[in-house]
Structures are given as C-alpha cells and as structure tokens.
C-alpha cells in the first residue's frame, strides 16, 4: 500500500528526503506517519501529518530538522532530513495513523504489516 524512497548514506550535517507513494486501495486513516527502526531498537512515530496537511506531529529529537508534507493529488508524502545525525540511523517507513491531544501523539501501528522501508544511514 505505500512504498518507501529516497533512503541513502549521507554524512553527519547532510539533508536528505524520502517519499511514500500510495498506491492500490489504501488504508482509511487519512493521517500519515514517517515512523523509524534503529538497529536493535523499536518502531517509533517521527513526523505525522494529517490530511490537511495543517496538523503535524514531530519527535522531539528531530524538530526543527525535520518536515513533513503531502501531495494528495499524487498520494505522496514527503519527509524532508536536514542536519542529519548519526542518531537518526535506521530504516524508515510510513504508514496509515492517527493523532492524539492535539497532535501531541502520534500512535504507532501494531501488528502492522510495514512495507520494506528505506534504510538511511548516517556516518562519516
């Protein structure tokens, strides 16, 4: 249902943006999330954005560095990395979701069957 581009290996300080192209019958959620899993570590939520594309949610760590934005006449959305940090290492994926209390939260799907994800890695 999505699919994941734009992952690369890029320098500490380096920008890069991913996309995630809809196709097929999508899910019912109109919110869409960039979610990431580090090696090791758990999915987590770090850019959300509603249909709209007025509500946003970020991860703390990458606000600032990080946006969020969507094209829905060609069902894409889009995260653009700038200042990358060789803590935001790890593969990421989109997904359907929802926002929470006032796009404080956004919740990270379970027993989701994530798509294969585009790895980014950040190293000298």
């Known amino acids: 249902q999505f699919v994941e581009e734009g992952g690369d290996l890029v320098q500490p300080g380096g920008s890069l943006r991913l996309s995630c192209q809809a196709s097929?019958?999508?899910?019912?959620?109109?919110?869409i999330g960039w979610f990431r899993q580090a090696p090791g570590g758990q999915i987590e939520a770090v850019a959300c954005?509603?249909?709209?594309?007025?509500?946003?949610f970020y991860k703390g760590s990458v606000k600032g560095r990080f946006t969020i934005s969507r094209d829905n006449a060609k069902r894409t959305v889009y995260l653009q990395m700038d200042r990358l940090q060789v803590g935001d290492t790890a593969v990421y994926y989109c997904?359907?979701?929802?926002?929470?209390?006032?796009?404080?939260?956004?919740?990270?799907?379970?027993?989701?069957?994530w798509g294969q994800g585009t790895q980014v890695t950040v190293s000298e």
């Open positions: 097929g019958v999508t899910s019912d959620r109109p919110t």
């Open positions: 954005i509603d249909r709209s594309g007025v509500g946003t």
């Open positions: 997904a359907g979701t929802t926002m929470f209390a006032s796009n404080l939260v956004c919740y990270v799907p379970v027993d989701y069957a």
